[in-house]
């Protein structure tokens, strides 16, 4: 049971490109979730989805997109980086319940030079 | 909007030891509280779920205490080793999502 899986592990950009992100679980979860860390902030919450097909914004969505075309999957995607984008990406995941617990994929750090 | 604050953001303590790790919220209307390991280079794992109608939670050396009252939960680590040398994360559940305190490194020195 691999869990939630993130690619690629990291990725150096130049600022104006575009790249995907990609979160698959095998968990059958309905609720997957974009998160951001930088040092000293904690994680924030970037965009999330509560079903296939559905997507919202949450803390820091300004610069990505999302799409969840299928359940398992949640792409991120950055059409125009910035190196304020420059961070660690978490995806994670969860199943309906309030009090399911959320499960994470490694990350994806991610440079923006 | 919630904040989470935990406090100190790093603790060395020797081999041993117990040890409480805090968390403090602002706004006490929450689902649950969580807490994570994250271990260098790694996602969040999750360590205990504290529902926001019980007072705590335990599993192995670990227990974690939730008082929505005051805003505060508590993660307690017994006889502490190098292995529990990590990044632990408090985070409280709403409608719209989770909110992440941003850690406190702990360092158990052999």
């Known amino acids: 049971n691999a869990g939630v899986t993130q690619t690629p592990k990291f990725r150096v950009l130049k600022t104006g490109q575009s790249m995907t992100l990609l979160c698959a679980q095998d968990?059958?979860?309905?609720?997957m979730y974009w998160y951001r860390q930088d040092p000293g902030m904690g994680l924030r919450l970037i965009h999330y989805?509560?079903?296939?097909?559905?997507?919202a914004k949450g803390e820091v969505p300004d610069g990505y997109n999302v799409s969840r075309l299928k359940k398992q999957n949640f792409l991120l995607g950055l059409e125009s980086a910035a190196p304020s984008q420059t961070s660690v990406y978490f995806c994670?995941?969860?199943?309906?319940?309030?009090?399911?617990?959320?499960?994470f994929g490694n990350g994806t750090r991610l440079t923006v030079t | 909007k919630q904040e989470v604050t935990q406090i100190p953001a790093a603790l060395s303590v020797p081999e041993g030891e117990n040890l409480v790790l805090n968390c403090s919220f602002t706004?006490?209307?929450?689902?649950?509280l969580q807490w994570f390991r994250q271990d260098p280079g790694k996602g969040l794992t999750s360590l205990l779920l504290i529902q926001s109608s019980q007072r705590e939670q335990t599993s192995g050396r670990l227990n974690a205490s939730l008082d929505k009252s005051s805003g505060r939960s508590t993660l307690y680590i017994a006889a502490s080793q190098p292995g529990d040398s990590a990044t632990y994360l408090c985070?409280?559940?709403?409608?719209?999502?989770?909110?992440f305190g941003a850690g406190t490194r702990l360092t158990v020195k052999p």
């Open positions: 706004d006490s209307a929450i689902y649950n």
């Open positions: 968990m059958n979860h309905e609720y």
């Open positions: 989805s509560v079903g296939e097909g559905t997507t």
């Open positions: 994670a995941s969860r199943g309906t319940g309030d009090n399911s617990p959320l499960h």
């Open positions: 985070a409280t559940s709403h409608p719209g999502g989770m909110r």
